[in-house]
């Protein structure tokens, strides 16, 4: 089981990128996804979670401004991000609550960083 990350960038104050993890291979059910964020010396952060009905929570820092989404039957989270700021700058986690198969339990699983940097 992978989750693929993509979607980082350079963007500039007061623009926005979109962040996409798909999770392949063989899985049972998806739970709660999410992305995290980890600044530089600093430990990861929850940005944003959404649950499987699609009920979600942000971090105070960036209600209003971003955006997760999930599409279930693409096993996709996404994060849309607008109106970003310099200090949104960090490497960016998607993570996934995963069964593998029915009974097992779920485990988190963890989507390799992608870099986000805005300029100011």
């Known amino acids: 089981v992978q989750l693929q990350a993509s979607g980082g960038g350079l963007v500039q104050a007061g623009g926005s990128l979109r962040l996409s993890c798909a999770v392949s291979g063989s899985i049972f059910r998806i739970y709660d996804m999410g992305w995290y964020r980890q600044f530089p010396g600093k430990q990861r952060e929850l940005v944003a979670r959404i649950t499987s009905s699609a009920d979600s929570n942000y971090a105070d820092s960036v209600k209003g401004r971003f955006i997760i989404s999930r599409d279930n039957a693409k096993n996709t989270v996404y994060l849309q991000m607008d109106s970003m700021k310099p200090e949104d700058t960090a490497v960016y986690y998607c993570?996934?609550?995963?069964?593998?198969?029915?009974?097992?339990?779920?485990?988190?699983?963890w989507g390799q960083g992608t870099l986000v940097t805005v300029s100011s």
């Open positions: 993570n996934a609550f995963i069964e593998l198969a029915a009974g097992l339990g779920r485990f988190p699983r």
